[in-house]
Each structure stands twice: as C-alpha cells, then as structure tokens.
C-alpha cells in the first residue's frame, strides 16, 4: 500500500503548477479565458510588503501575459473572525489604491466587492449541500482562526469560510488559482465542491471546472519582530508607510547578537528574514547580499534593508500618493468591476439554478 505524505502532495503540487506556469507563458496571449485568473484580500487593513512581495507583483505578471483576471474585495469576509466592521470603507479604498499603484489595469482586471455582488454569494446555498461539518472543522484555515480566538465561540461565517472562498472561484469559472502552501486544502474543497455539484446535480456534465492552483515562489516572509507576519501584530511594513516610518520599524526588527551577517535560515531565522526582503526587493540571493554585509552587523544590514525596501518601493508609493488625489477614479473603478463581476455571476447562477431545475 501506498502512503502519500503532506510532502508527497506539495511535491505534486510544486509539479503541476510549474506545468500550468509554462503553459500561462507559452498560450494564455491566445486563450486568455483558459487561464482565467481569481484571487483577492480581506480588507481588514492597509496591505503590507509580504501582500506586495508574495501576491500582487505574481498578479501584474499574469496580467501582463494576458491571464483574465478577477480580484475580490472580501469584505463580507472580514467578519468571519471579529464583532464589527472596523474601518471598512477606507481599507477598501485603501486595497483599491494599491492595486492600481501596483500596476493592476481596471481594463484588464476586474477588481470587485463580495458585499456588491448578490449572484455570487447565493451560490453558497447550493455549495453548502455539498460538504459535510467534518470536513469544514477539518480545513487548517478553520482551525488556525478559531484556535487564535481566545475562546470566542465558533461562528457560522467562520465555520463556512472555505466555501465562500469555492463561490468566490466558481462563479466567474476561474481556472488558476494562485495560492500559498497553506492554501492548498481551500482550493482542494473547491474542487471537490466542482466535481460534486457536476455528478450530483448536474448528471456528470462539466457546468464548474476544477480550478488549478498556482503556486508562489515567494519564501514565507516572518516579521519583523521574529513572528508570524501579521497586520494585527503591527509587526510589518505597509505599503502606505513613508520612507521615514519604513526605516523606523526596520531599525526596531529582531536579530541577535552575532557581528558577521550570515544567511543560515534555520539557526538565524530573524537575520536570514531580513535577508531575504532585502533580497526579494533587489533580486538578488540572500547568501549574496550577506556576503557583501559581513561583519558590518546589524545595523548595516538594517541599512541594506531599509535602501532595498524604499527603492523598490518609491514608483509603487508615488503612483499611490497621484491615485489618492482622485477619489472619484477608486469609486468608477470599483463601480465598473463590480458591474462586471455581476454580469458573471448572474450568468453562472442561472446556469446553476436551470441545471438544477429551478429556472422558474
């Protein structure tokens, strides 16, 4: 008998995404509704230079190969795990901001709100027939959240959140999915919820295609304290930040004692972290650039990251600060997506509702 590790499964993944990245390069110029994309944020903050880093540059890039794009807003999902909506309208306009200063083109990419788009979120009900409770308290997103809850009972939203995360990909019939590692177990739901609506109520024929997913090559970034990368820990650099508050926080990362910077990950973590921001930013390798550091110690490497993190950072700030000067152009960009995004969605629900017999 075969026994197929975590590792196996990653392993398989890395494989098949490696596979659907080539193809992206080589076809999607062509057949750009083949590789339509989906992906977004909760706006539950302003995003930060692991968001940059990890999502929204892979998201220029598969724009500019031509992928069709849809980037949700998951606002109604910012409750899934707080009592209040906290400061909803700027974070949205905050998210906004920075996807059109990072290079996303409201012409290429539909940039929508869950809350704006009724079509989409009515697809739970029949999607919810389609998992057992087991199998959403099983999903790691589910346990993570409820675990750093101190004790707060699990809600129903929270309980369902993988399966908003499948209607947030199956109603436009988005076939890539960029993911992280820990994001995995979410896209394989949504492919069992795919396969089960085709057999179960659809008689086999293919009305959702399971979605692929498209692996990051970003390394998981810490922060700057050493921990988890985290909005609500403060422990991280906003996209928003000024130079000045960027050197400030970098100045204040966790590192340890030792004079000569070295990259050693795992004897290292705080340093060889720092390392690779820098890196990430230059497009060079962490082992290069401590090297050049030696024994200029922490401060000069606080210094390389901080020049790293600005520069390549100050088209990305200067586009957001013109972009902020006209309101009017976040609310027609939003206004259009979401228009956009509901043309989808109505369209995929009456698909749904005639397949099941309720196209009254």
């Known amino acids: 008998m075969t026994i197929t590790t975590e590792r196996d499964t990653y392993a398989a993944a890395l494989a098949s995404s490696?596979?659907?990245?080539?193809?992206?390069?080589?076809?999607?110029?062509?057949d750009p509704t083949?590789?339509?994309?989906?992906?977004?944020?909760?706006?539950?903050?302003?995003?930060?230079?692991?968001?940059?880093?990890?999502?929204?540059?892979?998201?220029?890039?598969?724009?500019?190969?031509?992928?069709?794009?849809?980037?949700?807003?998951?606002?109604?999902?910012?409750?899934?795990?707080?009592?209040?909506?906290?400061?909803?309208?700027?974070?949205?306009?905050g998210l906004v901001l920075d996807y059109l200063a990072a290079g996303l083109d409201p012409a290429r990419t539909t940039i929508f709100t869950h809350s704006?788009?009724?079509?989409?979120?009515?697809?739970?009900?029949?999607?919810?027939?389609?998992?057992?409770?087991?199998?959403?308290?099983?999903?790691?997103?589910?346990?993570?959240?409820?675990?750093?809850?101190?004790?707060?009972?699990?809600?129903?939203?929270?309980?369902?959140?993988?399966?908003?995360?499948?209607?947030d990909i199956l109603f436009c019939q988005?076939?890539?999915?960029?993911?992280?590692?820990?994001?995995?177990?979410?896209?394989?739901?949504?492919?069992?919820?795919?396969?089960?609506f085709n057999s179960r109520y659809a008689a086999g024929h293919s009305v959702f295609a399971e979605p692929e997913a498209l692996l990051g090559d970003v390394p998981l970034l810490m922060g700057l304290d050493g921990t988890k990368m985290s909005k609500s820990k403060g422990n991280v650099i906003n996209l928003r930040d000024s130079a000045d508050q960027t050197a400030a926080r970098i100045r204040s990362?966790?590192?340890?004692?030792?004079?000569?910077?070295?990259?050693?990950?795992?004897?290292?973590?705080?340093?060889?972290?720092?390392?690779?921001?820098?890196?990430?930013?230059?497009?060079?390798?962490?082992?290069?650039?401590?090297?050049?550091?030696?024994?200029?110690?922490?401060?000069?490497?606080?210094?390389?990251?901080?020049e790293a993190v600005n520069e390549g950072l100050a088209g990305h700030r200067a586009r957001r600060a013109e972009l902020s000067r006209d309101p009017g152009y976040l609310t027609t960009v939003l206004h259009e997506g979401n228009a956009r995004a509901n043309e989808v969605a109505d369209r995929t629900l009456a698909t749904v509702r005639a397949v099941m017999g309720m196209a009254y």
Request: glycine share 6%.
């Open 116 to 167: 704006a788009v009724p079509a989409l979120n009515q697809l739970m009900l029949p999607f919810l027939s389609l998992v057992t409770d087991a199998e959403l308290r099983r999903n790691p997103t589910v346990k993570d959240e409820l675990a750093l809850s101190e004790g707060r009972p699990l809600s129903g939203l929270l309980l369902t959140y993988p399966v908003h995360q499948a209607a």
């Open 253 to 306: 990362a966790k590192t340890d004692p030792e004079r000569r910077i070295t990259y050693e990950p795992e004897r290292r973590p705080e340093v060889a972290n720092l390392l690779t921001i820098a890196a990430l930013f230059r497009g060079k390798s962490p082992a290069e650039l401590a090297e050049a550091i030696g024994d200029g110690g922490a401060r000069r490497l606080k210094e390389v990251v901080t």
């Open 34 to 93: 083949r590789f339509r994309m989906l992906t977004g944020d909760r706006p539950t903050g302003p995003l930060h230079i692991g968001h940059y880093l990890a999502s929204l540059r892979n998201r220029v890039r598969l724009q500019e190969k031509g992928v069709e794009s849809f980037v949700v807003i998951a606002d109604y999902q910012v409750i899934t795990d707080r009592d209040s909506v906290g400061e909803i309208g700027d974070n949205v306009r």
């Open 18 to 30: 490696a596979m659907l990245d080539a193809l992206i390069d080589e076809r999607a110029a062509q």
């Open 174 to 196: 988005a076939r890539v999915v960029p993911v992280g590692r820990d994001q995995l177990p979410h896209l394989e739901l949504t492919r069992t919820i795919a396969r089960r």
